[in-house]
């Protein structure tokens, strides 16, 4: 780097300080630990300093500066993102966009059943908001009182409903984005229908803000569920699952709203390792489902449809057993245990993960398939295998075996991956069902996909970001 290049960076740093002022500017080491914190502790990231705008006004003059002196800018919601996509690199030079003084709720329109967003606010705030208006907002996951809106919509996020109410992509309207030259495009329209063109927004939604950074959304909202019902239901094996959510679909009038997987081991290591988780069956099953069945209307007697659906699978041996959440407290108790399966591993010890997707009758035979491989290739690691079935997107994870070193255990993590990711590359799924590329799988995919598909990504790339500034060297 020149003395002049440097002399251009110095100054584009000191001119971004002035536009956010002292509250949108990070530099001591030790508050910029947090920032800097990576969910997985995969990555240790670095940075020049974090930058908070206040608005979309300042997001713009920012990136204007950086576009001008050509520093990377790493966009950062809630942190909470699972691929290293937060993380900037290890030498230092960019910095990182924070969103979250971007929180307001700008406008709530029931009648339209839309809300208007700034991008740093809350997933857990957005439902609260809707709720407050008679309204549902259905994305939910298990960092939602972390994450953002803009993060949420820049990876795309899945999380539990989106069988009956679609991912981050599904629910979104329209978008407010600063493109890599500063420039704002408005594209917050609420319509249901608008034929004029390109639909822009998609290319920003899963970018992974490597083509712009989210300002503001108008999300969809749906009326709020005035019936839940909540069942945990012990199955004999993966093939009872999936056939039992056709069989749930169908007797209730599609009003499934969450069908979760989850395996006895992974049952056990919550409850020895997460305070407050209980077993609410009798009897230890070798798998489980918990489903959730909701309507918007009260009264079509969805406890009794749910009854009748679990009799029908009795007789099929599809169930062996199943509790019906009596309470609200109940129902909680039960996610909270699905919760509890991820933070879980996390505790005991060193784990191998997929995040994969396969058509929904085929996730039998991708958890048969992949786990006989992981067997073969690390006698005694546990598979984990859950998730949101209902989606034919599995988590499939590999425990460190209990006598194992753990730094040995990992440095086998792009074989164990590999292995895994070539079954369900045979059976034309997706490496990455919603979670993301990041830093974690982006030289992965430069070989999964086709030429064709990775050189569209690479042209739309080159066409917004041709300097390369926005979160350099992530996804593509
Ligand atoms: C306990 C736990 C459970 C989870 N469960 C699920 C789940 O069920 N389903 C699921 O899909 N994910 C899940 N995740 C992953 C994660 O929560 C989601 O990916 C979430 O959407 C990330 O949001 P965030 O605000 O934390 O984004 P960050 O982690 O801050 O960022 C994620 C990516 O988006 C970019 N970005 C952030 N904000 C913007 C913006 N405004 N404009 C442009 N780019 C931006 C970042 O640069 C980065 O590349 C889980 C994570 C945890 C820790």
Known sequence: MTTAEDDTRASALARIRDVVGPPGWIDEPDRLTPYLTEWRGLYHPKATAVVRPASTVEV???VRLCAEAGIG??????NTGLCGG?????????????????????????LNYTITVEAGVILAQVQQAADAADRLFPLSLGAEGSCQIGGNLSTNAGGTGVLRYGNARDLALGLEVVLPDGQVWDGLRA?????????????????EGTLGIITAAVLKLFPRPKQVETALIAVPDPDAAVALFALARTGSGDAVS?????????????LAHVPGTVDPLAEPAPWYVLAELSEPVADTHLKEKLEAILEQAFERDLVQDAVIAASVAQARQLWFL??????????????????????VARVPELIRRATEAAAAAMPGAAVIAFGHVGDGNIHFNLCQPPDADAAAFTARTHEINHLVHDIVTSMTGSIS?????GRLKRDELAWRKSPVELELMRKVKGVLDPAGIMNPGKVV
Request: charged residues 25%; aromatic residues 4%; proline residues 5%.
């Open 338 to 359: 699905r919760e509890a399966i991820v933070e879980a591993q996390r505790v005991a010890g060193a784990s191998i993960k997929h995040d994969v997707a396969v058509p």
């Open 86 to 110: 937060a993380a900037p690199y290890e030498h230092g030079r960019d910095i990182i966009l924070a969103l979250e003084r971007l929180n307001r709720i700008r406008a709530i329109d029931p």
């Open 60 to 62: 713009a003059a920012v």
């Open 433 to 437: 069902a919603e979670h993301g590329i």
């Open 258 to 270: 969450a069908f979760e997987l989850m395996p006895r081991n992974g049952i056990d290591l919550a």
């Open 191 to 207: 319509l249901r229908k608008d034929n004029t063109g390109y639909d822009l927004k998609h290319l920003f939604i899963g970018a």
């Open 73 to 78: 800018i790493v966009p950062l919601g809630g």
